[in-house]
């Protein structure tokens, strides 16, 4: 697994950018993969392409956008970007516009950087920790933060408010398969970004919650999700994604914070009447 530091040289950190808009924004954190080796100038048209195709999913907490596309030939190996703005640009997203902060990630498969992902989603779903990030004067600042962050945030400050962890589910849930054990997707476009966000964060509420023993998660794309619905007993996604994915015969739960325990709590109980 690789880890959040490894995948973010102080190379491909940039400050204060200015961007005439969302697609002036991707360019930019794509332009920092090319100038780190990462990929291609191709990749960074898909990624703009992915907005174009499913709508501003990527962003995925209020002021951030994860840009990103499927593994191709045009990524060299697994890197990321960071590119914080000059003045926010809007991506088109009903609650999250608009965005301040763009981090780019180019991979060559779908889990080489699972580990990555599930520390960049504590940190920033940490207020303290992601205040720090918004106010860091230099790249190497930020990259410091990025790799002792994680140490010092221990428990998110997203926690607050949520009630006490539920028992462990009833078969007769509103969630139930009847059978074994109970799976829910988190879905992307791609499957291999932001689907692992939210991934990390309903793992979180489940360890919190004890019920790891009871369901597993796993992180895919569109078209995956639509034949792996009947695995599982309920989806969690973006608006854009659910409104893409329509009927697929499970709950699907649609969460606007892909940071957000809380509202990934709230879902949890919503789907097994706890």
């Avoid at 490894?6 to 005439?20: G, K, N, S, T």
């Avoid at 991979?107 to 303290?128: F, K, N, V």
């Avoid at 939210?198 to 979180?204: A, F």
């Avoid at 996604?237 to 329509?246: D, M, P, V, Y």
Wanted: aromatic share 4%.
């Amino acid at each position: 697994m690789s880890e959040l530091s490894d995948l973010i040289p102080v190379e491909a950190i940039r400050l204060d950018v200015a961007a005439p808009d969302w697609r002036g924004a991707v360019r930019a954190a794509g332009d920092l993969l090319v100038a780190t080796g990462v990929s291609t100038d191709a990749y960074t048209e898909e990624m703009a392409r992915n907005v174009e195709e499913n709508g501003p999913y990527i962003v995925i907490a209020p002021g951030f956008a994860f840009a990103h596309a499927r593994p191709s030939p045009a990524v060299h190996r697994t890197g990321m970007s960071w590119v914080r703005l000059a003045t926010p640009v809007n991506f088109g997203h009903e609650t999250n516009d608009p965005v301040h902060l763009v981090v780019a990630l180019a991979a060559t498969d779908s889990g080489a950087h699972t580990q990555a992902m599930g520390a960049l989603a504590r940190l920033l779903a940490d207020s303290g920790t992601s205040a720090r990030l918004d106010r860091a004067p230099t790249p190497e600042a930020v990259r410091e933060i990025l790799a002792g962050g994680t140490r010092e945030t221990g428990q998110t400050g997203q926690t607050g408010g949520e009630a006490a962890a539920p028992a462990a589910p009833a078969a007769q849930g509103k969630a139930s398969s009847g059978h074994g054990m109970h799976k829910i997707l988190t879905v992307c476009g791609n499957g291999v970004g932001t689907s692992l966000f939210l991934k990390s964060t309903l793992d979180k509420v489940l360890d919190r919650w004890k019920w790891g023993r009871y369901i597993t998660t796993e992180a895919t794309d569109t078209i995956s999700a639509k034949g792996k619905a009947s695995e599982a007993v309920a989806i969690m996604t973006s608006r854009e994604i659910a409104r893409t994915l329509g009927d697929v015969g499970v709950p699907v739960r649609v969460i606007e914070d892909f940071t957000s325990t809380k509202e990934v709590d709230s879902a949890l109980r919503d789907l097994y009447d706890v």
